[in-house]
């Protein structure tokens, strides 16, 4: 009867897929793991706010000799904040913490601060930011706000009066800044994820039918070594690899007509070192499946952590310590930091050289491993 035969071939995909271990653990084990790490990414709860001042205020004399510095009052009151980390600091000394990231904003009061606001009834403050994280840029404006306006009013005594007054705030940045949007910020991570991605898939499925069509075989009969097989394999399909890391490099900026600062050529060389890095990754993974299925089971267990971890969803800074000794194993993250250095700072290549390097490492050992899991393939 048709049931009963559409019940058997039902039967044996569940038999099948039953007795292939890998699959039943991507059914039951991985969307746990993928989920629960992505839910865990999400509800880190927000760090406070390393906030640098730097307070040059000369203070407000009246002819009685009283002396008031609103710059002295308003570093005290900021300091009652839960949402902000204060430390005072020197002119000199602000830019240089700020590009090293041990701050995210620097709130400057210049030398006739307390003057202006009794004269001009008006605070207007200098806010420097690093720039190149318009989500952080947003976060440290809004929470700088709210909280100047409520240092103020815990201040007794304010040239001119209690509130209301007229609050203004400059915001200066070192890297990118108000003209570079969300796209622009992301632009880095995106142009290093999808061309990893792509790439791997397209050399672990192309890879894996050489090697299902016989072709790999015949190669190992000839006098070539294993190690030139895969270089061979590496290089045809790292042409095709640098074809599209061009293409979409070209899309990104002439199409969607992204800001970026550093040069293209450092950019195209990042997208290089990792594309050669995911062929062999490619490569080297294809000798464990059996089918297209099985590549595409790879996704899950290889791609999807470098996505949570590589700090495209949260920047790796913020992540536990535990948490960044993973995402530093990850090649995405070295090339997403990299590919923003570049195109939101200006990094040149002396700067980047650590990123380079650890990219550059990453595709021999692939080309290693891919040598040494093709001879066990062929034993």
């Known amino acids: 009867m048709p049931k009963t035969r559409t ?73 009652e904040s839960e949402d902000l980390v204060i430390s005072e600091i020197s002119e000199s000394e602000a830019e240089e913490n700020l590009k090293a990231g041990e701050i995210d904003a620097v709130l400057v009061f210049d030398e006739d601060f307390t003057q202006r606001v009794a004269e001009e009834q008006r605070i207007e403050f200098i806010l420097l930011l690093e720039g190149s994280d318009p989500a952080l840029n947003t976060r440290v404006q809004g929470t700088m706000s709210r909280e100047f306006i409520e240092a103020v009013q815990r201040i007794e005594g304010l040239p001119g009066g209690p509130p209301p007054f007229k609050l203004e705030v400059e915001t200066q940045y070192l890297y990118a800044g108000q003209n570079f949007d969300t796209l622009d910020s992301l632009a880095p991570v ?52 640098l074809i599209q890391s061009a293409v979409i490099l070209l899309f990104v900026i002439y199409i969607l007509g992204i800001h970026y600062v550093g040069n293209p050529a450092l950019i195209f060389l990042v997208e290089a070192l990792l594309t050669i890095g995911s062929v062999n990754l490619g490569i080297f993974l294809s000798t464990y499946a059996k089918n297209e299925l099985q590549i595409v089971q790879f996704i899950p267990l290889v791609i999807t952590p470098q996505v949570l971890l590589s700090g495209i969803l949260v920047p790796v800074e913020e992540f536990p310590n535990w948490l960044q000794g993973l995402a530093y194993l990850m090649p995405l993250t070295y090339a997403n930091q990299a590919l923003k250095n570049v195109m939101l700072k200006g990094f040149d290549l002396y700067q980047i050289g650590w990123e380079l390097a650890v990219l550059a490492g990453f595709a021999l050992l692939m080309i290693f491993l891919s040598a040494l899991t093709l001879r066990r393939e062929v034993a």
């Open 7 to 79: 019940l058997t071939v039902a039967w044996r995909i569940i038999t099948q897929i039953r007795r292939d271990h890998r699959t039943v653990g991507l059914i039951f084990i991985v969307p746990m793991v993928v989920i629960g790490l992505l839910g865990y990414i999400i509800r880190l709860p927000a760090e406070d706010i390393n906030l640098a001042i730097v307070n040059e205020d000369q203070g407000f004399s009246s002819p009685l000799g009283m002396s008031f510095s609103l710059g002295d009052e308003l570093v005290e009151a900021l300091q």
């Open 190 to 241: 995106f142009i290093a994820f999808v061309a990893f991605f792509l790439i791997f898939l397209l050399t672990g499925v192309s890879f894996l039918r050489e090697r299902a069509g016989g072709t790999l075989e015949r190669l190992m009969a000839t006098p070539v070594t294993r190690l030139e097989v895969v270089l061979g394999y590496m290089i045809g399909f790292g042409f095709f690899a």
